[in-house]
């Protein structure tokens, strides 16, 4: 009788299951990043001592001890969604999968809305340079979401060309389980590029809402300046720090 080494009859099978275990040629993966930035809405029905309750995310130019009054605000996030499709090959006669990324489409969304007091609204000059500098945090997203979607595509293909854009031949068994590692794989990437694109962004509307920037919203509307005490007093009662 012919003994055969463990190790040695392990590799003969793994060579004769390689002749015929082989995946089918596919398309590259397309790769598509769409961003989207809706038309900007305004709301102007809510009163000024209203919307000292909003919370935002401003850093307060002023010192510990000034008080400042939201006039105005933009809201709306950058939304990231995603999907994606695989191809799928399964051999039931040697029992053996295939899959691959077939395509990857990935969103960036803005839907901007500026909300401005309606008293400040009702005057034409504390209304246009109010929206002149909410204007300007709308114009940062859009910036920044032009800069993400050039580098999310490239960023998901340098990932994808490092670990493989198709995987197998594998047990057909395992197909559920390597498809649930190909989809996190996307999005563990998606979720790295997202969090990127949240501190570039918070950074730059930091920015926006300098000392100098909030001063010049008022100085440009000398004749509002009388009618501002009053306006403000009462807004501060529904101001929260």
């Known amino acids: 009788m012919i003994g055969f080494d463990p190790v040695t009859l392990s590799s003969l099978l793994i060579l004769a299951a390689s002749s015929v275990a082989e995946c089918p040629d596919h398309a590259p993966t397309k790769i598509n990043v769409i961003p989207h930035t809706a038309k900007v809405k305004y709301d102007y029905s809510q009163s000024l001592e209203q919307i000292q309750a909003y919370q935002t995310d401003t850093v307060d ?55 401005i007091a309606k008293e400040l609204y009702r005057d034409k000059c504390m209304r246009d340079s109010i929206i002149e500098h909410e204007l300007k945090h709308v114009r940062v997203d859009r910036e920044v979401v032009n800069k993400y979607a050039n580098s999310i595509g490239q960023r998901v293909f340098t990932a ?18 390597v498809q649930g590692k190909m989809e996190r794989v996307i999005n563990q990437i998606l979720e790295l590029e997202y969090k990127k694109l949240g501190i570039e962004r918070q950074e730059r509307q930091r920015a926006v809402d300098s000392l100098e920037e909030y001063e010049s919203v008022d100085d440009k509307c000398p004749g509002f300046e009388k009618k501002k005490s009053t306006l403000y007093k009462n807004a501060f009662k529904g101001k929260t720090y």
């Open 61 to 115: 130019p002023y010192s510990f001890h000034g008080k400042t009054i939201t006039q105005g605000f933009m809201k709306g996030q950058i939304e990231l969604r995603h999907k994606m499709t695989l191809g799928k090959s399964e051999n039931q006669r040697h029992g053996y999968g295939c899959l691959w990324y077939d395509t990857i489409d990935i969103e960036l969304n803005i839907d901007p809305e500026i909300v």
């Open 160 to 177: 994808l060309k490092s670990r493989g854009f198709s995987v197998g031949p594998f047990e057909i068994w395992r197909m559920e389980e």
